[in-house]
Structure formats: structure tokens, C-alpha cells
């Protein structure tokens, strides 16, 4: 993996959460942006298109879940890769996530050492 060319957008409306996974990514050599709402990420998205995103599910107003759908529902977007980030642990959200095209799905706290394995991988995946 070459990460001077990868770049990540994590989606959360925690700061808490922005900062360590910036800094955990960063550290990596990655470019990350942030975006604190899905409407903030979408316009990240039209400005910059990442290689990956790293999406929190429950945020106020439009959710984690919405922006999945219109990524996945988009030309544009429909394959780029998503990991979701989330403290939902129930089996069902999980499958309905990856069964609507997340790559992959995590929970919190997340597993530093797992993420990057699991980011590291999906960037040595050809996309489009």
C-alpha cells in the first residue's frame, strides 16, 4: 500500500471519535478528512472522492444507515468502499449493512490494530 496517494473520510458526530481515528490514520501516512454529519461528508465527498470511507451509523438527522443507501444507489459512489464504525452490535444491523454493500462492519470501542489491518487490505484492493 502506497499511503501518500490514499485518502480516508471519516464520518462521525463524535469528536472524540474523529480525533483518534485521524490521528491512528495519520500515524499510518494516510490523508484523512472528517466530516461530523452525513451532509458535511456528502460535500467532502463532491470535492474530494476518498479511497475509503469510514462511516459512524447513529448520528442526528441523517444517519450512518442513509448514507450507506445513497452511496450504494449512486453511479458515482456505488463502489467505493465503506467500513462501518458503529456501537451497534446486534447481529441483524450488521447483516443489513453488509448486505447493502459495506465492506466491512466494526464495532466500538474498535480494535486499532484490526482497523488498520482491515483499512490496509481494502486500499491494496483494486476498486473503481
Not at 452511496?71 to 449493512?97: G, H, R, Y
Request: net charge negative.
Amino acid at each position: 500500500m502506497d499511503p501518500k496517494s490514499k485518502t480516508i473520510l471519516v464520518v462521525d458526530d463524535s469528536e472524540t471519535n474523529l480525533v483518534l481515528l485521524e490521528a491512528v490514520l495519520k500515524e499510518r501516512g494516510l490523508k484523512v478528512n472528517t466530516a461530523k454529519s452525513v451532509n458535511q461528508a456528502m460535500d467532502t465527498l463532491h470535492s474530494e472522492k476518498p479511497d475509503l470511507i469510514l462511516l459512524d451509523l447513529l448520528m442526528p438527522g441523517v444517519n450512518g444507515y442513509d448514507m450507506l443507501d445513497r452511496l450504494k444507489s449512486s453511479n458515482e459512489f456505488k463502489d467505493m468502499p465503506v467500513i462501518i464504525v458503529s456501537a451497534v452490535i446486534d447481529p441483524e444491523t450488521q447483516k443489513t449493512c453488509l448486505d447493502k454493500g459495506a465492506w466491512d462492519y466494526m464495532t466500538k470501542p474498535v480494535e486499532i490494530d484490526t482497523l488498520l489491518t482491515r483499512v490496509g487490505e481494502i486500499l491494496d484492493t483494486p476498486h473503481t
